[in-house]
C-alpha cells in the first residue's frame, strides 16, 4: 500500500554558464533546442514532463534517457545536457557547478512510503517511519517542500 507523505515541484537542471541560467523560469519551449536527460514517459516523473511538453505543443525529443534524478544530474554536471528532475534529489544541496530554475508548468510529484499489505512493519521500520515522518513535517514548514492533497 502506497501513501503519499508530501510533494515537491519538478525543477530544471543545468550547467551554471549554460545560457538558459539566467531565466527564472524554464518550460518545454525554451529547453526545445537543447540535449535533454530525461526519464521514460513510463516513470511518473516522466510522464508529468511528457504531459508538460504536450500541452505546450512541443516534442520531447530525448538525448539521454535515466531512470534515476541523480543520473539525470550527474550527466548535466559532464555537461551532456539539461534535466528536469524532481525537487527532492536537491533537498541535500545543488551539485557543484549546476543550478537549478523552477519548470513551468508546475507539476508536482509525490513523495510515498510503501507499506506492506501481507505483514506489519518491524519495530525498526516503525521507528524509521516516525524519524522520516518527522523530517518531512520539518521540510514541509520551511516550504522546501508541499503537503500532500
Known amino acids: 500500500m502506497a501513501r503519499d507523505l508530501c510533494t515537491a515541484a519538478l525543477v530544471c537542471v543545468m550547467p551554471r554558464e549554460y ?4 531565466r527564472k ?4 519551449r525554451e529547453m526545445a533546442s537543447f540535449p535533454l536527460i530525461s526519464f521514460s514517459r513510463h516513470q511518473p516523473i516522466g510522464a508529468l514532463i511528457e504531459d508538460a511538453f504536450r500541452a505546450a505543443s512541443i516534442r520531447r525529443v530525448i538525448a539521454i534517457e535515466v531512470t534515476q534524478s541523480w543520473t539525470a544530474c550527474a ?3 559532464s555537461g551532456a545536457g ?3 528532475t524532481d525537487g527532492f534529489t536537491l533537498l ?3 551539485p557543484a557547478g549546476l543550478t537549478v530554475c523552477p519548470f513551468e508548468p508546475a507539476p ?3 513523495g ?3 507499506l506492506s499489505v501481507d ?4 519495530c525498526y521500520a516503525e521507528a524509521f517511519v516516525l524519524a522520516l515522518l518527522s523530517i518531512v513535517q520539518d521540510e514541509i514548514e520551511t516550504g522546501r517542500v508541499g503537503e500532500t492533497e
Open 19 to 22: 545560457p538558459l541560467a539566467y
Open 112 to 114: 510515498r512510503r510503501l
Open 119 to 122: 505483514r506489519p512493519a518491524s
Open 92 to 94: 541535500g544541496g545543488i
Open 25 to 28: 523560469v524554464i518550460g518545454p
Open 82 to 84: 539539461i534535466a528536469v
Open 75 to 77: 550527466l548535466v554536471q
Open 108 to 110: 508536482r510529484i509525490a
